[in-house]
């Protein structure tokens, strides 16, 4: 009789070599890399799963009151949370560009193409800035010195860019945009009537507050006042991180 096979040790998100890869100790090319956070990605909707379960039955009762006193220190830490936390910048969007006429009367015109937000493929080029510029011909330093710098300085500022071809601007109009010499803004969403009613969280009204009335202010400012309700902004193009409306 064939001897039955072993069982693999049950893990609940990483392997043991996937451990070595998040320590450092171990490193993935980009195919390896690919899959791993395809994988990853299936994990953790199962994880969130099985809490939603745990949360459900009362099979386990007994087992969730006796170990409560061994994870409940845990879970007021809101470690979910804080697991995403470190978090960088990412430039996930495309600045497109498209030019019109020849010698004198050449006109470069952009837009910032914001269909990627939506595609899964996760890439470690997008921590670097240049990547927002991926596809765009005949770049070199001293263009993002000069026109990238502008660009991208449009990019963290929300409004200024359009993300449709058909609204596309020249690089003197968005100068005049980030300068207010242009009072056209693009991209803005706006909630009218908003009222501390609306939020069950009342540091969701601050936080939305804040975000209008400083809406041009730097990037690091805003990060400043919204820190004191536990909120930040990642990109421009991205709303702030609002708390969960709990019932």
């Known amino acids: 009789m064939q001897k039955q096979a ?3 040790k049950r893990v609940c998100l990483f392997s043991e070599n996937e451990k070595k890869f998040l320590k450092g100790k171990k490193s993935y090319d980009r195919k390896m890399k690919h899959e791993f956070f395809k994988n990853l990605d299936l994990r953790f909707d199962e994880l969130l799963k099985d809490l939603a379960l745990m949360n459900k039955s009362k099979s386990i009762n007994s087992w969730k009151a006796f170990r409560r006193w061994r994870f409940s220190a845990w879970f007021n830490q809101d470690m979910i949370r804080q697991a995403f936390d470190n978090t960088q910048r990412i ?3 495309r600045m497109k560009s498209v030019t019109k006429g020849k010698g004198k009367s050449k ?3 952009f837009w910032l193409d914001e269909k990627p937000l939506s ?3 996760i890439d470690d080029r997008a921590f670097n800035s240049k990547f927002l510029f991926r596809g765009m011909k005949n770049l070199d330093n001293v263009w993002f010195e000069t026109s990238g710098k502008i660009l991208l300085k449009a990019y963290h500022n929300q409004g200024i860019l359009p993300n449709k071809k058909d609204d596309r601007i020249t690089l003197d109009e968005i100068k005049k945009r980030l300068t207010g010499k242009s009072k056209i803004r693009t991209n803005i969403k ?3 009537n908003i ?3 609306i939020f069950k969280d009342s540091r969701n009204f601050e936080i939305k507050n804040i975000i209008d009335k400083h809406i041009k202010r730097s990037f690091k400012l805003l990060n400043k006042k919204l820190k004191k ?3 930040e902004i990642k990109r421009y193009l991205v709303i702030p991180s609002y708390h969960p409306e709990s019932e």
Do not use: A, C, G, T
């Open 6 to 8: 072993r069982k693999s």
């Open 91 to 93: 430039y996930v969007e």
């Open 107 to 109: 006109r470069h015109f």
């Open 119 to 121: 595609d899964n493929k």
């Open 190 to 192: 706006q909630i009218r």
């Open 195 to 197: 009222n501390k009613d």
């Open 229 to 231: 309700y536990d909120s």
